[in-house]
């Protein structure tokens, strides 16, 4: 079956350390997408990535980074700069600029 | 920048009942999307709309491109029914993704 898989989907971390959150789709998508989520609000984009070695920042991507080495992988790095780290991530792969967005099942980060 | 309004927030309602959730977005879109979110956090997509209406078992969305509206109705609802639905809309052109409602959280009660 093809989807997206998000690993770990709970995440404990000490203050001050990064984290890396996996995401790996089998859809053969080339655009892939983080998202945060909060609670009472939207879900916000962190980075997408149209293509292989190529990356954007979105709405709130101070104090994260990723790489596209490989079109099935999109992994997210929460570095020690990210303020507010605690929230529910989710990945998302589409085909670019149209299609339906499929989404993993999310991690949910508790930095403490 | 695309600001994208759902309403109501909550929801509660009693099984069996027509269920209406309304979506408003300020920008024109090349399509919107209607998902699904579950207690678990996972999110699946019902619908994806660019203009009329489609229908899946008992949810049916709609899309007013002129009105910059859309709903999604659910007939017959059922306790398993109930999750925060979540209204999305990609804008013309680009890859950036897609900007959020904040979500319909649903409870239907037996």
């Known amino acids: 079956d093809g989807g997206i898989t998000q690993s770990p989907k709970y995440l404990f971390r000490k203050e001050g350390q990064n984290v890396t959150l996996s995401c790996e789709q089998n859809?053969?998508?080339?655009?892939m997408y983080w998202y945060r989520q909060d609670p009472g609000q939207g879900l916000r984009l962190i980075y997408y990535?149209?293509?292989?070695?190529?990356?954007q920042k979105g709405d709130i991507a101070e104090g994260y980074s990723v790489s596209r080495e490989k079109k099935e992988s999109f992994p997210l790095t929460v570095t020690s700069a990210q303020k507010n780290p605690t929230a529910f991530y989710l990945c998302?792969?589409?085909?670019?600029?149209?299609?339906?967005?499929?989404f993993g099942q999310g991690t949910r980060l508790t930095v403490v | 920048k695309n600001e994208v309004e759902q309403s109501p927030q909550n929801l509660t309602a009693q099984e069996g009942e027509f269920i209406t959730i309304n979506c408003s977005y300020s920008?024109?879109?090349?399509?919107l999307h209607w998902l699904q979110q579950h207690p678990g956090g996972g999110i699946v997509s019902l619908f994806m709309?660019?203009?009329g209406k489609k229908k899946h078992g008992r949810l049916i969305a709609t899309i007013n491109i002129q009105e910059k509206h859309s709903s999604l109705h659910i007939t017959a609802s059922h306790p398993r029914d109930s999750a925060v639905y979540i209204c999305?809309?990609?804008?013309?052109?680009?890859?950036?993704?897609?900007?959020f409602g904040k979500g319909t959280h649903l409870i239907i009660q037996p």
């Open positions: 998302a792969s589409s085909i670019p600029r149209q299609g339906e967005a499929f």
């Open positions: 859809l053969n998508h080339d655009a």
């Open positions: 990535s149209q293509i292989v070695n190529d990356f």
């Open positions: 920008v024109g879109i090349s399509a």
């Open positions: 709309l660019s203009s």
């Open positions: 999305a809309v990609r804008s013309g052109g680009g890859a950036d993704g897609l900007t």
